[in-house]
């Protein structure tokens, strides 16, 4: 009668080896992509914040950046009014959010507007954006100074 060891012979390890390997191929893109977004996300919006000032500036006219809804904004020009008194906004780039972020809210983002000399003219929230990851819980705000600079506190 001959004893069988009790450890575990290269075959099953081989095969178990081989399921954590699937089950950490499929599990590990979804469980990093998440904080990848939101940090994506608002590198962007502090990029274009950024380039609505420069644009303000380049272009000795009013930019605004406004969230149109909680998953996307737009850089806006203005345009003197017919009148020539009220600014007149065209958009020029729409930015969709990534998946599970949004603006919080309500309401949803906010706008800034830049004048020619890359100063905030109007904001209605404050020269404050916070994006939020919804799915994790994490926020990361985005601040305006009223010179117009732009910074992640």
Known sequence: MALRGRGATVVELAIVLVIL??????ALPYLTSRPM???ADTNDLVANLRLARDLAISRTTHYRLRAVDCSSYVIEKGVLGTDGDAWEF??????SLRENVRFQGPPCGGSVEFDSRGRVVRSTSRGVFVLEDSSRGEQRTVAVSPVGGVSEP
């Open 21 to 26: 390997g699937l089950l950490l191929a499929f």
């Open 90 to 95: 065209r958009e020029e780039r729409r930015v």
């Open 37 to 39: 977004n939101l940090r």
